[in-house]
């Protein structure tokens, strides 16, 4: 992630808690579901795949937290994703 916006990643979270007040374990989890959701969306990855690319060691935790993150499984995003 750093790679690509060629920052820092903890001064980068530091500004969004200063400006958004939200925190930086919150911020950074929807970052990583919003990375994942245009992965599984733009890509034939699996959801494993997806899940190691964005930082969980495995597809049951991020299964989870992507359908705490966005309300639904990474399987149902992938179809809803490609049926628009």
Known sequence: MRVLLRVAVRPALDVNVSFYGSRRRAYLTEWRMTLAADMLADTT??????????GYADAFGFS?????????????????????
């Open 64 to 84: 989870a937290a992507f359908k705490r993150v966005n309300g639904v499984s990474p399987s149902q995003h992938r179809k809803l994703a490609r049926a628009r």
């Open 45 to 54: 990855a699996t959801v494993a795949a997806v899940a190691r690319r964005s």
